[in-house]
């Protein structure tokens, strides 16, 4: 199996890349960040006895994709899973930010997605299954005031893979929708899990968990996963109310957590 | 002068060891992960010891990179002002973590910096420690007990648990200093483990949440302030003839498990040697004696 993982030095992607080698997978990890690259490789292949092979790839450039993909090409890699990790959240309100910070979020967290996605299923394994995966988040389920453009990003993202499940199912491609609530990846996210209080904790989902159960969903049937009873819970409630409701709801608390919490330090965060 | 490198200095257990060091007239090269927190230090070690020789640096040591760059730094140090010789490596940097998270390397946080790190940075002072006759001194805990190590997953990427990964590093702590102990003691390097029983720091509030942190503000009401411990640190680096036994509560011999046994040691050597990309000497060899 040969499996790409993009935003492989960040904490899901690399808990990701964990879990894949532990399946024995041989992996293609790409980043911006190509010394996070060299050290997760070098983690993963003490660990396991698998292949890892690195690139460095601002994904959100053509030129470096074209790049990424005629290196792949001059390897003759042929490939079986597409997980996409990589994306960015900047925090805040609208006007508090640059309008370039809010533009990227979409250049990372969808056409760069759409780049990489459509390049990989053209080099997909002749006549075998395909698994690829979508990192949307709980976030893609509401309108949410404060990280208005991030929302709608995964929004996109999610209804891309309900979509392309349709449309590639006798391609035998299967598609999964990742849409994790918080994930304790980084110092920040822990500072800002524990900023939320109770509920920042309750919808915090365990990372290794996650990760084994997000391989499993998409080897098994694709779909969307939501991780976490108290999140799948939310989720069904809040689907039963308008939509201006509970995007006022979000936007109190978010606005309480706030308070504690300075949101700049979360800028360009990987999910 | 004697020379120590002390980790996990700007706070806590590893700060009163600072101290207890630098008034038995040590030079104290601390190793903290934050620069305004490690100047606080150094300013309450001068507060306790006026003409203490002691300086920080500061590193991540749960990236093994940091832990490279560190003793690099170290050794030169170690080589301008003491013939390359150190006479202490405490390894007392230690977290725990409500969730699984992992390092660069993606290495589960408390395995990384509680085990690894001190295993690393050991190894690269190791010629140091040679030329001094040196000690290694981990600090464990009293919650290794009644625990095995999980071989098939040391890094918990199945079934997490805080306080069981916490428990695995700090019998990791032991069985470290015991392979250390049966390589090289023939060289004159001695290992130790101090317990410092439960004390009041703020371990279980950094970079941890819910429940972890509440049960640790109800816990560490119970402790022993830091310094109540710092005097076996001393006990441990000064007394001669080297102390014979392995884990030290309060300056006495103390019982660990059973599961601290030659066969374990070895095992996590191997496998803390592939997982830092490192080879342990069978013999610690001085570059003097190298160039013979
Ligand atoms: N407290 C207890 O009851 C108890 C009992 C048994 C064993 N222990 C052990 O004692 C040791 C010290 O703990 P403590 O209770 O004194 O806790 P502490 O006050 O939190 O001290 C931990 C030290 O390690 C440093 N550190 C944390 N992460 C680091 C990193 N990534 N890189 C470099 N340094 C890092 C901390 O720096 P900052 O100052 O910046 O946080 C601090 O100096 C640990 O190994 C712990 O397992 C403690």
Known sequence: MNVMITGASGGLGRALANECGRRGYNLFLTDIDARGL??????????????????????????????????????????????????VDY??????????????????NNEATLRITHALLNRRREGLPFYLLFTSSLASMYPMPLKATYAAS??????????????????????????????????????????QGFWGSATTNPLEVVSRKTIDRLEARGGIYIPGALNRVLTFFGKLLPRRWVAAAIYRRWQKAQEHWKPAELSAEKL | ???????????????????????????????????????????????????????????????????????????EILLQEHEGK????????????????????????????????GFLLT?????????????????????????????????????????????????????????????????GVRAYVVDPGL???EIGCKNTGGLVNWIWNMRKKHGAQPE????????????????????????????????????NADRLFALSERLCGVEYPSAIVTEKEKTI
């Not at chain 1, 660990?47 to 790049?67: G, I, K, R």
């Not at chain 2, 230690?94 to 910096?113: D, H, I, K, M, P």
Request: aromatic residues 8%.
């Open chain 2, 199 to 201: 004390v009041c720091t």
């Open chain 1, 38 to 87: 060299k050290s997760i490789q070098r983690g993963v292949e003490r660990q396991f006895n698998v292949t890892v092979t690195t690139a460095a790839c601002d994904l959100t450039s053509d030129e470096s994709v074209d790049e990424l993909v005629r290196s792949i090409d001059s390897l003759g890699i042929r490939f079986d899973m597409l997980l996409n990790v990589a994306g």
């Open chain 2, 86 to 117: 150190l006479d202490a490596l405490i390894n007392n940097a230690g977290c725990v973590r409500s969730w699984y998270t992992t390092t660069e390397e993606g290495y589960e946080q408390q395995f990384a910096l509680n085990h690894l790190a």
């Open chain 2, 228 to 263: 109540v411990p710092a005097g076996t640190y001393g006990y441990l680096c000064e007394t001669e003839p080297a102390p014979e036994e392995l884990y030290y509560y309060r300056c006495k011999p103390n019982r660990y498990s059973k599961q601290v046994t030659r066969e």
């Open chain 2, 123 to 187: 190894w690269f002072l190791l010629s140091q420690l040679g030329r001094a006759g040196g000690r290694v001194l981990m600090t464990g805990s009293e919650s290794h007990k009644q625990f095995r190590m999980r071989w098939h997953d040391v890094m918990f990427s199945r079934g997490y648990n805080p306080l069981a990964a916490y428990k695995q590093s700090k019998l990791s702590n032991i069985l470290f200093a015991r392979g250390l102990n049966d390589r090289y003691q023939k060289d």
């Open chain 2, 1 to 75: 002068m004697k020379y120590a490198v002390i980790t996990g200095a700007s706070s806590g257990i590893g700060l009163a060891a600072s101290v207890e060091l630098a008034q038995k007239g040590y030079a104290v090269i601390g190793v903290g992960r934050d620069e305004a927190r490690c100047e606080q230090a150094a300013l309450q070690i001068r507060a306790a010891a006026p003409d203490a020789n002691i300086r920080f640096l500061c590193a991540d040591l749960m990236q093994q990179r940091e832990v490279a760059r560190v003793a690099h730094e170290i050794t």
């Open chain 1, 91 to 108: 925090e805040g309100g609208f006007l508090e930010r640059s309008g370039r910070d809010i533009v990227r979020i979409i250049s990372l």
């Open chain 1, 154 to 195: 995964k929004r996109f993202l999610l209804d891309l893979a309900v979509a392309l499940r349709e449309e590639l199912r006798d391609k035998r491609v299967n598609v999964l929708a990742l849409c994790p609530g918080g994930l304790a990846t980084t110092r920040e996210a822990m500072r800002g899990i524990a900023a």
